[in-house]
């Protein structure tokens, strides 16, 4: 696979505008990716240097609407924390 199609989109929420100060920063990744192939790709695509990646399996939640009901789609996020003396992403720098 290539580095893009492993990072689909950053996940931006309250909690993960908390942790960019820290260097660490969560994206969407694809259902058959892995550690090894998350940071690669982080590598490449920002150009700054992985110390830890971290990955969770997102199920579905369950929705209604009047008599039917289903899931939302299941989904695997990334969060992705920087060494001390790599720079930050740019794309984040901006929003925070």
Same mark, same amino acid.
């Given at each position: 696979?290539? =580095?893009?199609? *492993?990072?689909?989109?950053?996940?931006?929420?309250? @909690?993960?505008?908390?942790? *960019? +100060?820290?260097? @660490? #920063?969560?994206?969407?990744?694809?259902?058959?990716?892995?550690?090894?192939?998350?940071?690669? =790709?982080?590598?490449?695509?920002?150009?700054?240097?992985? +110390?830890?990646?971290?990955? =969770?399996?997102?199920?579905?939640?369950?929705?209604?609407?009047?008599?039917?009901?289903? #899931?939302?789609?299941? #989904?695997?996020?990334?969060?992705?924390?920087?060494?001390?003396?790599? @720079? +930050? *992403?740019?794309?984040?720098?901006?929003? =925070?």
């Amino acid at each position: 696979m290539k =580095a893009y199609d *492993i990072i689909i989109k950053p996940i931006l929420s309250e @909690k993960s505008y908390a942790d *960019i +100060a820290n260097k @660490k #920063y969560t994206f969407l990744v694809a259902k058959n990716t892995n550690k090894i192939e998350v940071r690669q =790709a982080i590598e490449e695509i920002f150009g700054v240097k992985v +110390a830890s990646v971290n990955i =969770a399996n997102i199920n579905g939640k369950l929705k209604r609407q009047g008599k039917s009901q289903g #899931y939302t789609s299941d #989904y695997k996020k990334a969060y992705v924390q920087l060494k001390e003396d790599s @720079k +930050a *992403i740019e794309f984040f720098e901006s929003l =925070a």
